[in-house]
């Protein structure tokens, strides 16, 4: 265990669907990360937050809005969903954005498919 | 240029060989280097850091060199259970998160 629990774990939507997916780190990190793997592509991250304030937003789409409440927990809101966004998302916590030799911390991520 | 660029792999070798995987970056004022870890539809976990002086644990070793903004990780005497993606991950900016690489692929068999 990493101390950065997802859920769920699997996630089947259609395009209308409005769904979340949720994320808790026990590990007193300060900083929290939603990435995107897709098949035969990097991780691509998706957003950031450091001491609950949004700090990087890499052009997502809009049908992707983060939340996070507080430094311990992290939302991602999903809809109208597209079924190019089908992958593995993972979220990821750290103890603060950009601090010399910072260590992500990965939760098993959700696979969502969108149909 | 791809911000952070390895290997494409896969790479397959028989148990006992010895593997390196390389790693460029795009941004010369890069300051934390790292190596994870994925196995097939898990989440990535940290394999080892990279220092500038290079660094070792066990049967894997880690080397930096800033001027040709280049990253290697060498695995001695493969195991079965290396078989995993290995990920160079780069912070590009101070106080900006970390890139990930697409990722070299090693399968080991005995």
């Known amino acids: 265990e990493t101390g950065v629990t997802q859920t769920p774990r699997h996630l089947v939507m259609g395009m209308t669907n409005k769904k979340s997916l949720k994320c808790e780190q026990h590990?007193?990190?300060?900083?929290m990360y939603w990435y995107k793997q897709s098949a035969k592509k990097p991780l691509e991250l998706m957003f950031v937050?450091?001491?609950?304030?949004?700090?990087e937003n890499n052009s997502v789409p809009s049908r992707f809005s983060p939340e996070c409440p507080n430094s311990s927990h992290l939302f991602l809101h999903l809809h109208t969903l597209q079924p190019e966004d089908s992958a593995l998302y993972l979220c990821?916590?750290?103890?603060?954005?950009?601090?010399?030799?910072?260590?992500?911390?990965f939760g098993s991520g959700t696979q969502l498919s969108v149909l | 240029r791809k911000e952070v660029e390895q290997d494409p792999g896969p790479f397959n070798v028989p148990e006992g060989a010895t593997v390196a995987f390389n790693c460029t970056y795009s941004?010369?004022?890069?300051?934390?280097f790292f190596w994870y870890r994925q196995d097939c539809r898990k989440e990535p976990k940290l394999l080892m850091s990279?220092?500038?002086s290079g660094n070792e644990d066990g049967r894997f070793t880690a080397q930096l060199n800033r001027a040709s903004q280049y990253s290697s990780l060498v695995i001695r005497d493969s195991k079965l259970s290396d078989s995993a993606t290995y990920l160079c991950?780069?912070?590009?900016?101070?106080?900006?998160?970390?890139?990930f690489g697409k990722g070299t692929t090693l399968s080991v068999s005995s």
């Open positions: 990821a916590s750290s103890h603060a954005v950009g601090e010399t030799n910072e260590k992500l911390f």
């Open positions: 590990l007193g990190h300060n900083a």
């Open positions: 937050y450091n001491f609950k304030e949004q700090t």
């Open positions: 941004n010369s004022a890069s300051q934390s």
């Open positions: 990279v220092y500038s």
């Open positions: 991950v780069v912070n590009m900016q101070a106080g900006t998160a970390l890139i």
